[in-house]
């Protein structure tokens, strides 16, 4: 049933964009029809093909680091009133800095290959994963925490059998969140300066009026963006599965 309501849905998108080709009369290089657009697709496949992988690599790179490094500081956030203290008013201030503003500088600072694509990836969204996950640490329940020390466990056994199991849902939310982002972040940096990916395969097409490429590599990137948020959310619901605490990971405490 999911399925068939994700097909008429596709198909009530492209009826509704043929006719509004057919109710305004735009120009194929204003507006291209949906049959000018699959016909871009098919013909320039291999083109589309090469960058689309370059943006994959991008995107996969930063999601792995970007969450790699977001659940150790969260984790160290967690452990640390110090880390408190110093690092989370510094996240914030982050967020406050426009993302688009940070992509010609580290253009700069890592050149125009995949390198600063990779770390914008990161940066965009190091801080969900953070925040998400940290939250979820903050919010383990009293009662495990409370069991847990009247069977002595060590501060390093609780938070590995009982709060990170217990904060997995809440990074999930946070690894949904960063599937949307990762794409953002790589194709910011493909605009910014970049000879591969997709988004400088639009910029390209865009420059010489070839609305059409460009539309077939915006829903291929819409593609990879749906399967990428697709194949997160299977992961997610596997961690709020094991998030559910039993007497077997209260036993290995001690």
Not at 85 to 94: A, N
Not at 103 to 110: D, G, Q, S
Not at 178 to 196: F, H, L, Q
């Amino acid at each position: 049933m999911k399925y068939l309501n994700l097909l008429a849905v596709t198909l009530f998108g492209l009826m509704l964009w043929q006719a509004v080709v057919w109710l305004t009369g735009a120009p194929p290089f204003i507006l291209p029809s949906p049959q000018r657009v699959a016909m871009a697709m098919f013909t320039s496949r291999a083109l589309i093909a090469e960058n689309a992988l370059v943006t994959g690599v991008e995107v996969l790179l930063g999601l792995l680091i970007g969450t790699g490094l977001g659940m150790a500081t969260a984790i160290h956030l967690a452990l640390s009133p110090l880390a408190r203290r110093l690092v989370l008013p510094l996240l914030i201030f982050t967020q406050a800095v426009p993302v688009f503003a940070l992509a010609p500088i580290l253009t700069l600072w890592f050149g125009y290959g995949m390198a600063s694509k990779v770390v914008m990836a990161i940066f965009i969204i190091y801080f969900p994963v953070t925040s998400s996950f940290y939250d979820g640490l903050s919010r383990t329940d009293q009662g495990w925490l409370d069991l847990a020390r009247t069977m002595g466990a060590k501060r390093g056994r609780v938070v590995w059998h009982i709060r990170i199991p217990a904060a997995l849902p809440a990074l999930g939310t946070g690894l949904r969140l960063a599937a949307v982002y990762a794409p953002i972040g790589a194709v910011i940096g493909e605009w910014v300066g970049a000879s591969k990916g997709l988004g400088y395969l639009m910029l390209f097409a865009n420059g010489r009026a070839k609305t059409d490429l460009m539309f077939a590599s915006l829903i291929v990137l819409a593609i990879m963006a749906i399967t990428l948020h697709w194949l997160v959310g299977l992961l997610a619901r596997r961690l709020e599965e094991y998030a559910r605490p039993g007497a077997a990971r209260v036993s290995g405490l001690v």
